[in-house]
């Protein structure tokens, strides 16, 4: 069922976006409707402030209107969505990188952290949202995507891999130091069995977590 909603969503996107190419006005707002929400809420957890995210999401769209002709379905839609919104997202943290300097740079070799026997982690409480939130703002742009992208999100690594134009070695790497980070910044506890930090805090992620391919 889950396939079969996915191939209907995909050939309805993709059929939107055939219409927008031809100028169809409606087409586009309809792709808006049906993508903005997500694109949203992964803008806002990626920069940590709603001004910016709804400045971000409005920025995307435009670069959609004026590219959709380079659109040639290699991927979902959605994949190429979710990539300008992404995109959009680093640009934004990178110009913003000097404030969060002094935030990381006590843990910046990651390398040098020692590993828990388990490299996962959940915090042994339940962390408050803000404590959570607070901890990803605190994170180097590509480790908060990856750590949004998949462990808030549910996309699977190959996902999102593809969504940031890196391989999915990658983005399992990316993940696994943004954990670490995350452990030493709110102080760490064993991790659960599927290995994802506070998904019960974001009320999201796990929800929907779709199984790793």
Same mark, same amino acid.
């Given at each position: ?8 969503? $995909?050939?309805?996107? /993709? ?6 190419? /031809?100028? %169809? ?10 993508? +903005? ?9 990626? &920069? ?30 959605? &994949?190429? #969505? ?10 934004? #943290?990178? +110009? ?7 935030? &990381?740079?006590?843990?910046? $070799?990651? %390398?040098?952290? %020692? ?13 408050? /949202? ?8 605190? #994170? ?7 750590? =949004?992208?998949?462990? =808030?999100?549910?996309?699977?690594? $190959? ?8 391989? %999915? ?16 910044? #709110? ?14 805090? &974001? ?11």
């Amino acid at each position: 069922m889950i396939t079969s909603n996915k191939t209907e969503a $995909d050939r309805t996107d /993709r059929n939107l976006a055939a219409r927008c190419r /031809r100028g %169809e006005m409606p087409a586009f707002e309809e792709l808006y409707r049906r993508h +903005s929400g997500r694109l949203y809420n992964v803008a806002c957890r990626m &920069t940590g402030s709603a001004a910016d995210a709804e400045d971000l999401l409005q920025d995307v769209f435009l670069q959609v209107y004026r590219r959709i002709d380079s659109y040639r379905g290699e991927a979902a839609l959605g &994949t190429w #969505l979710y990539r300008l919104a992404v995109n959009a997202c680093l640009d934004h #943290l990178r +110009s913003h990188e000097g404030r969060q300097q002094k935030a &990381t740079d006590f843990i910046e $070799d990651v %390398e040098g952290l %020692e590993p828990a026997a388990n490299p996962s982690w959940q915090p042994d409480r339940a962390l408050d /949202r803000l404590d959570l939130e607070s901890a990803i703002s605190r #994170l180097p742009p590509r480790y908060r995507a990856a750590f =949004v992208l998949h462990d =808030v999100e549910g996309h699977t690594h $190959d996902e999102v891999a593809d969504m940031l134009g890196i391989e %999915e070695g990658t983005s399992k790497s990316l993940l696994h130091k943004a954990r670490l980070r995350l452990r030493a910044f #709110l102080g760490g506890g064993p991790a659960d069995d599927a290995g994802r930090p506070a998904a019960a805090a &974001t009320g999201t992620g796990a929800d929907r977590r779709r199984g790793e391919r």
